[in-house]
Structures are given as structure tokens and as C-alpha cells.
């Protein structure tokens, strides 16, 4: 089966990192040859994510960090 994404600029990098980790999904010709995304570079991009990261990381160096579980079952 082939199937055929036309994706918006601003969403490829991500979509193809996802792509990229299911082992079962071949990526062929400017999908296969692009370079992954550099996640921290993408989120500085913006700057209301910039603050979020930042302000994330601020409180990771003050050791108040949240921890969340996954549900067990959905």
C-alpha cells in the first residue's frame, strides 16, 4: 500500500520524526533525505514556548519537578 501526505511546512519536521520512529514506515526521496528536527531549536522558535521551556527549566534547576503517572487503561 502507498500512501501520500501533503503536510503543511510548519508541521513536516514533526511529522517526519514521527514517521521515522515506527519501524514499519519506508520514507522515499525529500522525506528520506531530510534532516531530523532539533526539538529545543523548534521550541525556542516560538516565543511562548521559548518561555514555557525556559520557564521549565527554571524549575528544574530548583528541584521542583512534577511527577505524573500514565493511566493504566484508557
Known amino acids: 500500500m ?17 514517521l521515522r520512529s ?7 526521496g525529500k522525506a528520506r533525505q531530510a534532516a ?3 526539538e529545543t531549536a523548534h521550541l525556542m522558535a516560538s516565543p511562548t514556548n521559548a518561555a514555557r521551556l ?4 527554571a524549575r528544574d534547576k530548583n528541584n521542583q519537578r512534577e511527577v505524573h ?3 493504566a487503561s484508557i
Open 2 to 18: 502507498k500512501i501520500t501526505f501533503e503536510v503543511p511546512e510548519s508541521r513536516a519536521g514533526f511529522l517526519l520524526e514521527l
Open 22 to 28: 515506527l519501524p514499519y514506515v519506508t520514507l522515499h
Open 36 to 38: 531530523p528536527v532539533d
Open 54 to 57: 525556559q520557564a521549565a527549566i
Open 69 to 71: 503517572e500514565l493511566p
